[in-house]
């Protein structure tokens, strides 16, 4: 079973930076995308950045700019560097691990989450 565990969120002020890891363990078949979702109470969780096995990225438009994601594909990590956060960006960010269960197909495999809080 793949398991997924998510760090390095806190405390940080506004301009600041934090820098989020997400480790994914159990994986047999391989990964077919890592992201990070965000969020906050009483909405629904939304989209930061995703990763794709072959590197390609996307973004959320809020963050471009401002949040760079990376992989170490032979490591099965994934990192968020948020840097000039802001405070809209408090939330609870949660890793997304779109792994493969066999030649075709995929399961989604979630973290707990880490809480990121913006604030002066």
């Known amino acids: 079973q793949v398991q997924v565990v998510e760090s390095g969120g806190g405390l940080a002020q506004p301009g600041g930076s934090l820098r989020l890891s997400c480790a994914a363990s159990?994986?047999?078949?391989?990964?077919?995308?890592m992201a990070w979702y965000r969020q906050t109470p009483g909405k629904q969780r939304e989209l930061v950045a995703q990763?794709?096995?072959?590197?390609?990225?996307n973004y959320q438009d809020s963050v471009k700019g401002r949040f760079t994601i990376s992989a170490d594909n032979a490591n099965d990590t994934m990192y968020l560097q948020m840097n000039s956060l802001r405070p809209e960006d408090t939330a609870v960010y949660y890793c997304?691990?779109?792994?493969?269960?066999?030649?075709?197909?995929?399961?989604?495999?979630w973290g707990q989450g880490t809480q990121v809080t913006v604030s002066s």
């Open positions: 997304k691990c779109k792994a493969f269960k066999g030649p075709t197909t995929t399961a989604d495999y």
């Open positions: 159990g994986v047999i078949f391989g990964i077919y995308s």
């Open positions: 990763i794709a096995a072959g590197g390609s990225t």
